[in-house]
């Protein structure tokens, strides 16, 4: 499982071991509870370690989320990187709403992600991955794009969607590129919510509708 890590040191094997064992602790107890009522004691008695240890990786509960969302942006601009230049706008956001809709964690993680932007903001994510979480995780990334990666928010690559939605006329908003950005995670957000409190109907393009208006 590990073998990609073998030309690093013990240490940095160790690191890697031990942040995605509490990772996969927290997943694990995410398939009974949302992120907010999982407490520290819980994820160290489901990943066996201490809660000393704990501290040693994450400084509080809230950085495994940060983690997680570190590891979950990387994996969404990977995505995008294979786009076609031709892709639609509105199959963009349709796809980028799928693989939300793929990842079992996330809807327990909803309730984190909007505290998360409303009082901390991305760009203070503290959490970055390491050269051997990056073999670990992302093994074709390339060590010269680390820092990008590292340095990506979902908020970033949302701005760039629609900046570019919006330079070939797919987007009529006369607004600037932030807001642009957050709009677009708001309709992703607010669609996901609302399908799992009435999934028959189709929230995305009904909440879609603002970009041309």
């Given amino acids: ?12 094997i160790n690191f890697v071991k031990t942040r995605t064992t509490i990772l ?16 520290v004691d819980e994820i160290c008695q ?6 000393g240890t704990f501290f040693n990786y994450f400084s ?16 969404i601009a990977l995505r995008i990187e294979q786009w076609d230049d031709e892709m639609t706008f509105e199959n963009k956001v349709k796809q980028i709403y799928d693989w939300f809709n793929e990842q079992e964690e996330y809807s327990k993680f909803v309730d984190s992600y909007i ?7 991305e760009n203070q994510n503290e959490m970055k991955l390491t050269d051997a979480e990056f073999v670990y995780f992302f093994k074709d990334i390339k060590e010269e794009d680390y820092t990008k990666y590292n340095a990506l928010t979902i908020q970033k690559i949302f701005e760039d969607i629609a900046q570019t939605a919006k330079n070939k006329g797919e987007i009529k908003l006369e607004v600037e590129q932030e807001e642009l950005g957050n709009l677009l995670s708001g309709v992703l957000v607010a669609s996901y919510l609302t399908d799992h409190l009435q999934a028959d109907k189709n929230h995305l393009a009904i909440f879609s509708k603002i970009w041309n208006n």
Avoid: C, W
Wanted: positive net charge; aromatic residues 16%.
């Fill in 60 to 75: 509080t509960k809230e950085h495994v989320f940060h983690y997680y969302l570190r590891i979950f942006t990387v994996k």
């Fill in 24 to 39: 996969k602790a927290v997943s694990y107890l995410l398939k009974e509870k949302n992120f907010a009522d999982i407490t």
């Fill in 46 to 51: 489901r990943a066996q370690i201490s809660r």
């Fill in 1 to 12: 499982m590990y073998e990609a890590l073998d030309n690093f040191p013990l240490r940095k």
């Fill in 115 to 121: 505290s998360f932007l409303l009082n901390v903001g």
